[in-house]
């Protein structure tokens, strides 16, 4: 299966300011997925990230709130824009890698937003 | 979207087996049936994968009867290291992770 890269581990950030969440493949995947866990919740999707085109968000989340890049195979990023304390939570990154594995996930990003 | 629903706590002691049961009443013909284990502080782990019947690899069995609404996780001789929250997945067999959906999960607690 693959293995993520994800940084940084945690941060804690002012209120109004943005952090940038990087994820880091050690293979090429067609699609990269954000996630949201909020405190003591189940994992809720954001959007998925394809090579070359615009990320798909799902409903609640917006492009200017979570702007996403892919700039090739194996990285992407996700940035969390004006952050309240609302963002507070540990944002994870996965891919798909392939059917015996399923889905792999990096070890998330804890954030908190003071 | 299938929906599932499994217990939100489960409680064992080590050495026994822990069965963990998910209903998905609603699984198309399509689906199949995935369970992951997420420890504190750490991203979900993928487990076990399965379709049909019986599945088993070096960490636990997934037992699918034959109309699929529901599945049931089975640790065989659980650790205090089992202690984790699982979840039980419906994925259509495309793998657009726009279907993974996660439900609220088992809190396994493994007492010693």
């Known amino acids: 299966s693959a293995v993520i890269s994800q940084k940084p581990s945690r941060d804690i950030c002012q209120r109004g300011t943005s952090l940038t969440i990087q994820c880091q493949v050690d293979s090429q995947v067609t699609m990269m997925f954000w996630y949201r866990q909020q405190p003591g919740q189940s994992l809720t999707l954001i959007a998925t990230a394809n090579q070359g085109s615009e990320a798909t968000y799902e409903s609640g989340f917006v492009i200017d709130k979570f702007p996403i890049s892919r700039p090739n195979l194996t990285f992407s990023t996700l940035t969390v824009s004006n952050m309240s304390p609302e963002d507070s939570s540990i944002y994870l990154c996965s891919v798909r890698t392939g059917d015996n594995y399923g889905y792999t996930f990096g070890s998330g990003t804890r954030l908190t937003v003071v | 979207l299938a929906k599932t629903t499994q217990p939100i706590s489960m409680d064992s002691y080590e050495g026994q087996e822990v069965n963990i049961t998910c209903s998905h009443n609603?699984?198309?013909?399509?689906?199949?049936i995935t369970w992951y284990q997420q420890f504190p502080s750490q991203g979900p782990r993928f487990i076990i994968q399965?379709?049909?019947t019986k599945v088993t690899n070096e960490v636990a069995s997934l037992f699918i009867p034959a109309d699929r609404k529901s599945s049931t996780l089975s640790l065989p001789r659980v650790s205090l290291s089992d202690t984790a929250v699982y979840y039980c997945?419906?994925?259509?067999?495309?793998?657009?992770?726009?279907?993974?959906?996660f439900g609220s999960g088992t809190q396994l607690t493994v007492l010693p």
């Open positions: 609603n699984i198309a013909t399509n689906d199949y």
């Open positions: 399965g379709y049909k």
């Open positions: 997945l419906v994925v259509p067999i495309s793998g657009s992770a726009r279907q993974l959906t």
